[in-house]
């Protein structure tokens, strides 16, 4: 490891310690980059599919062309050939105003956790169920994931991420058809259309629940969606 190296993984087992409450575990440098996904369709080529299926979501989909009370839709963010996608519940009020998936509170806490696996956003892509905020924040329902989610089905058959991490109980529930508790699918590894999942908690749910067993908890799904990606 050359000196640059040497001091960048003590930097960041400072703010890893930090933020997450627990000890550091290297992982290996650039543990992934915007290319690190499938050697398949090239970068441009999935960034206009992405934006294609936008427009047609934004036109067609028969819950967000239908549902009042959001502002715009916040389709979703960051490299289109991510080796690692993130999967959220669906917009907030910050959301909703900046068009951006993860940037109020939760989101905040997610670009430490990304900080703390050593990467920024752009490196990876950031998604939602539900691509228009519900009225109230509700938690979204079977019906509304119904009819939003194969576009997010289509989202993910495009990146074709090399690993998908689904934050709260709404994706992961969905994502793997299941309906069993948050506590019973995290630090589980599960597939979704061939694509290795690994569920954890909601940042928002951290934030209400700041323990460090749950912060080393989150670490340790982090940790091996990380170690999948790059093993050792
Ligand atoms: N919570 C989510 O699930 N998604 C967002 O984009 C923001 C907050």
Not at 8 to 25: H, I, N, P, S, W
Not at 109 to 123: C, D, F, I, T, V
Not at 128 to 140: C, D, E, F, I
Not at 151 to 165: G, H, K
Request: hydrophobic share 40%; charged share 25%; proline share 7%.
């Amino acid at each position: 490891m050359d000196e640059a190296r040497v001091l960048r993984a003590a930097k960041q087992q400072l703010e890893t310690a930090k933020l997450m409450g627990v000890d550091f575990t290297p992982i290996s440098e650039a543990a992934l980059g915007a290319s690190g996904g499938s050697p398949g369709r090239a970068k441009q080529e999935k960034a206009k599919a992405l934006a294609e299926l936008r427009t047609e979501h934004d036109a067609t989909c028969p819950h967000c062309t239908v549902v009042t009370g959001h502002t715009q839709t916040v389709f979703g963010e960051g490299a289109p050939d991510a080796a690692l996608m993130f999967i959220g519940e669906a917009p907030g009020a910050e959301e909703d105003r900046t068009g951006k998936p993860f940037v109020g509170r939760s989101g905040q806490l997610l670009e430490q956790m990304l900080k703390a696996m050593g990467l920024s956003r752009e490196e990876v892509y950031i998604a939602n169920v539900l691509k228009s905020r519900p009225p109230n924040n509700a938690t979204p329902t079977s019906d509304e994931m119904a009819k939003c989610a194969p576009f997010l089905s289509r989202q993910v058959a495009i990146i074709e991420p090399a690993v998908i991490v689904t934050l709260g109980k709404p994706a992961a529930q969905w994502i793997l058809g299941s309906r069993e508790a948050m506590g019973k699918l995290r630090g589980v590894w599960h597939e979704y259309e061939g694509v290795p999942v690994m569920p954890t908690f909601h940042p928002a749910y951290l934030l209400r629940a700041y323990t460090p067993e749950n912060r080393r908890l989150v670490w340790s799904d982090l940790q091996q969606a990380m170690k999948r990606l790059r093993p050792a």
